[in-house]
């Protein structure tokens, strides 16, 4: 094993065991999901300096379908097929954590190099979490971290329809109170914390008091009782709560000294746990509104995606110690 786990860092050895390994294994066992191979550190498909990974002893079905979308990111070219296949891993909440890790930094790589910095961060996250154990996991969700960190975009990243998506099927009154929390949501997400030291304390405070401005908006429009509303009103909330614990531990401001980052990390750590908790109970308040179709059509797409966000915040939260 130790042989072919050093072939595997070749790139032309890798594609040839991985065929040979995919091929033994479905006939085997006859089934489509029997069938791996382990990865290698190759420089493939989008991203680089990716960790080598040896090949699990038993297969589970989320780990089948890592490797088989790893196959098509590496021998195939099919980079669709492949961020599918990893996305459906991530969102496989039976997955082995270090299978999910590994998946998640992989399609951190694809939405890194699309200009999706706010998802690609969250997933690095996640990543860092559930790999906690795996020192290279760890390497490599820093370097992309740091990676992402010298990135800076104008676009609004929200979980969700985008950011001023109108609210369908419900009250005008909703519908008004949902537009203005909207306004106050882009307002929070265009403030920055500003990389000098002694600006870091006002601007942390300037991003919560914005955040805190549209969750009370937000909070309005829940308590109107309508079920589509409440379910996008609680997943805006959560979101808000889950992306200032993401601002606070990972998205520090680049220029920041790595000991004054680090310091000032530890210092927000309790925040950031309770930031996280908060979103938490967010979601579960979103799944509750709009239980057994209370919402409608109308609150399906946001429903779907209070699901995925539970989902990361119970993955990050699982690995806080």
Known sequence: MDALRTLFRCRRCAGFWLAVLVACGEAGSGSPEAGSGPEEGAQAGPGKGR?????PEAQAPSATRYYRS???EVLRGDFSAARAGYRAVVEDGGAEPEVAARAALRLAEYEADAGRRHIALDLVARAAALGRDHRDLLLWAERLQRRLAAVR???IEVRGPPAG???EGVSAQAAEL???AEELLAAYHARRIKPRLEELGAGV???RSAMEAAVRAYRQVAALGEPAAAVA???RI???FYDLSLSLTFDLPSELEAGVAAELRQSLRAQALADRNRARAAYLRALEAGRDGRAGPAGAIWLEAAELGLRSTEDLLRGRD
């Open 70 to 72: 790893y196959l098509d």
């Open 153 to 155: 975009v104008h676009d």
């Open 238 to 240: 959560a979101g808000l």
């Open 165 to 167: 998506t109108p609210l």
């Open 178 to 180: 949902h537009a203005r």
């Open 51 to 55: 960790a080598a990974v040896p090949a």
């Open 205 to 207: 405070r300037g991003k």
């Open 233 to 235: 009103a609680e997943l």
